[in-house]
């Protein structure tokens, strides 16, 4: 039988106050989008995950976390047009004794339809380990940790090199201008060969769309496919 909202939320040592002191800790514009405490049990208990794990701590007590200036949003219970893990990866509404069968589960995206994404089994790497999916490569990659290590080096850590080859000189005054739910059309696309990232266009629209293109994209060229975004979320 599923976990009751009192067993899951109830615990003697909660994650978020360890979220919050990493995010009291970072240098780069963390922001915590209010949820509501509704909202967050009810993705709790459709991940059966306890407010002890990471993961049931974002959900638990915020709509989203925008990271790196605003170039990252970490889902969490959900904001328009910015869905909560759950969501986002198929879960369905009233958990059964069985959990699905998913390739992985969503935790994170950010500004140009990159995804991180623990891996349930289909992404390529261990299960559990989070990897990334990015509009560049047009593949997942491990990244050799799990949620805590990964959310921890979103938090407190330098993305400087792991996107050095697609953003521009001002990215970060241009990601900051983002709503929770927007993001970058980049043309030539991140991948082509002819992709500068000091002279490509760059368009501010929904994050949906964003999404829609790499999923078409890698469909035609890619060697993995973006997990689906969720209908309706533009």
Same mark, same amino acid.
């Given at each position: 039988?599923?976990?009751?909202?009192?067993?899951? +939320?109830?615990?003697?040592?909660? *994650?978020?106050?360890?979220?919050?002191?990493?995010?009291?800790?970072?240098?780069?514009?963390?922001?915590?989008?209010?949820?509501?405490?509704?909202?967050?049990?009810?993705?709790?208990?459709?991940?059966?995950? +306890?407010?002890?794990?990471?993961?049931?701590?974002?959900?638990?007590?915020?709509? $989203?976390?925008?990271?790196?200036?605003?170039?990252?949003?970490?889902?969490?219970?959900?904001?328009?047009?910015?869905?909560? &893990?759950? %969501?986002?990866?198929?879960?369905?509404?009233? &958990?059964?004794?069985?959990?699905?069968?998913? &390739?992985?589960?969503? /935790?994170?995206?950010?500004?140009?339809?990159?995804?991180?994404?623990?891996?349930?089994?289909?992404?390529? $790497? +261990?299960?559990?380990?989070?990897?990334?999916?990015?509009?560049?490569?047009?593949?997942?990659?491990?990244?050799?940790?799990?949620?805590?290590?990964?959310?921890?080096? !979103? !938090?407190?850590?330098?993305?400087?090199?792991?996107?050095? %080859? /697609?953003?521009?000189?001002?990215? @970060?005054?241009? *990601?900051?201008?983002?709503?929770? $739910?927007?993001?970058? $059309?980049?043309?030539?696309?991140?991948?082509?060969?002819?992709?500068?990232?000091?002279?490509?266009?760059?368009?501010?629209?929904?994050?949906?769309? /964003?999404?829609?293109?790499?999923?078409?994209? *890698?469909? @035609?060229?890619? &060697?993995?496919?973006?997990?689906?975004?969720?209908?309706?979320? *533009?």
């Amino acid at each position: 039988m599923p976990r009751t909202i009192d067993e899951l +939320t109830l615990v003697d040592d909660p *994650a978020w106050p360890v979220i919050q002191e990493w995010v009291a800790a970072s240098s780069d514009g963390v922001k915590v989008i209010a949820g509501t405490r509704e909202a967050g049990e009810g993705v709790l208990f459709r991940l059966q995950m +306890t407010a002890r794990s990471m993961l049931g701590g974002v959900v638990l007590n915020c709509g $989203a976390l925008t990271v790196d200036h605003g170039w990252i949003k970490v889902l969490g219970s959900g904001v328009p047009g910015l869905p909560d &893990p759950a %969501t986002a990866s198929g879960f369905p509404d009233v &958990p059964g004794d069985i959990p699905p069968v998913l &390739p992985g589960l969503l /935790v994170a995206v950010d500004a140009i339809g990159g995804q991180f994404a623990m891996d349930g089994g289909g992404l390529g $790497a +261990t299960p559990g380990e989070i990897c990334y999916w990015g509009p560049d490569s047009l593949s997942w990659v491990g990244l050799g940790t799990g949620h805590s290590g990964f959310l921890e080096w !979103l !938090l407190t850590g330098d993305h400087t090199s792991f996107y050095e %080859t /697609v953003r521009w000189d001002s990215w @970060q005054v241009d *990601a900051e201008l983002l709503e929770p $739910a927007q993001g970058f $059309a980049l043309y030539p696309f991140v991948w082509a060969k002819e992709y500068d990232p000091a002279t490509a266009s760059r368009k501010v629209v929904p994050l949906a769309e /964003v999404m829609a293109i790499n999923a078409s994209m *890698a469909e @035609q060229l890619g &060697p993995h496919v973006p997990l689906p975004w969720p209908a309706g979320e *533009a």
